[in-house]
């Protein structure tokens, strides 16, 4: 690591990144580096189940600790990746390092699934499949305890890939989810045509939930839909205990969110898993807070 901040501070030295467009420029020069070092780390986020009363899930989400700006968020890198065929090799990166890391875990046998969120573009490389099917079978982890995570908002170039290359995907055993459902531009017809197992609600939809009467009723509606196609929904974004109440007076199985839990390292889980109280899923309106 020291070497690593030794490299980009060369990189850097004498230039005060004071502009987004500054910082955007830094960080797709210093994606190369950041693979071959692999400065990157995944943290995971339990994702809970309403009537089970127990954690049935965790997410895969990655970390770029940057050597000089700390730590950056995949929403400022993933898209600088895509853009230059980077997100392949660092999707595979992730891939190994969440199913590893998940097997890990397994000994307990918990039932738990693992959430991988994916790129699109990795699907157009044509080898999203088979990298996925070899992640599994290093790691031991059994496909339908992996659930893929597609953003539906860049699908859309790519569909008859994309069909194919899921259906490959769920063929093979593995779970398909469409992430931040209602979001993107043409959710309905996704709907309609890709095989998905699971709806990831956006979290743009949950903030309002207990203010928001419309907002409320397009996600009492987005919970039915699910229902109706025989889909699970996922709600993503659950912050406050009020949230939770309105979500399970929906219906709502399945919620993930900092109310529940943060996205935190693998060796922080088995802890976190021992330590959680099902009691937090039994949210009132009483105790909603009032942040
Ligand atoms: P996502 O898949 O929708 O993941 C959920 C995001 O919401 C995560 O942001 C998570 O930390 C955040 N989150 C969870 N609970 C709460 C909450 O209660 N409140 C708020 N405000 N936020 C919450 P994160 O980790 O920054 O990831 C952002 C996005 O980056 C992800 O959205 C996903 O689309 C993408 N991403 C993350 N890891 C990967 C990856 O390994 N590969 C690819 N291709 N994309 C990734
Ligand atoms: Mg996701
Ligand atoms: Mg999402
Ligand atoms: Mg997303």
Redesign the pocket.
């Known amino acids: 690591a020291a070497k690593a901040a030794g490299k980009n501070c060369v990189r850097t030295a004498g230039h005060t990144i004071d502009s987004a467009m500054g910082r955007r420029a830094q960080l797709a020069a210093d994606l190369p580096t950041a693979l071959e070092e692999e400065q990157f780390r995944v943290v995971y986020?339990p994702v809970a189940g309403v009537e089970d009363r127990r954690i049935l899930g965790l997410?895969?989400?990655?970390r770029w600790d940057h050597p000089v700006l700390g730590t950056v968020?995949?929403?400022e890198f993933?898209e600088l990746a895509e853009a230059d065929g980077l997100?392949v090799p660092l999707?595979q990166w992730?891939l190994r390092k969440a199913t590893a890391d998940f097997a890990g875990l397994l000994v307990d046998d918990r039932d738990l699934k693992l959430g991988?969120?994916?790129?699109v573009r990795h699907l157009q490389a044509g080898c999203l499949a088979p990298d996925v099917a070899a992640a599994l079978a290093d790691s031991g982890v059994p496909p339908h305890r992996l659930m893929i995570?597609v953003?539906e908002s860049i699908m859309l170039d790519a569909e008859d890939r994309l069909q194919s290359d899921l259906a490959t995907l769920r063929d093979m055993g593995c779970i398909i989810s469409l992430?931040?459902f209602g979001r993107g531009y043409s959710s309905l017809a996704y709907l309609a045509r890709l095989p998905v197992d699971v709806l990831?609600m956006d979290?743009e939809f949950i903030g309002d939930i207990e203010s928001d009467p419309r907002g409320a009723a397009l996600v009492a509606a987005v919970i039915d839909l699910g229902r109706t196609l025989g889909m699970d929904v996922v709600a993503?974004?659950?912050?406050t205990a009020g949230q939770l109440h309105a979500l399970r007076d929906m219906e709502c199985r399945y919620v993930?969110?900092?109310?529940l839990g943060r996205?935190m390292a693998i060796e922080d889980l088995p802890a976190f898993l021992e330590a959680f109280d099902p009691a937090i899923l039994d949210a009132q309106p009483s105790d909603v807070d009032t942040d």
């Not at 997410?59 to 990655?62: R, T």
């Not at 993503?236 to 912050?239: L, T």
């Not at 993930?256 to 109310?259: A, I, R, S, Y």
Request: charged share 30%; no cysteine.
């Open positions: 986020q997410e895969a989400l990655v968020p995949p929403d993933i997100i999707q992730v991988v969120n994916v790129s995570e953003t992430d931040d990831k979290r993503e974004g659950v912050e993930q969110g900092w109310l996205p």
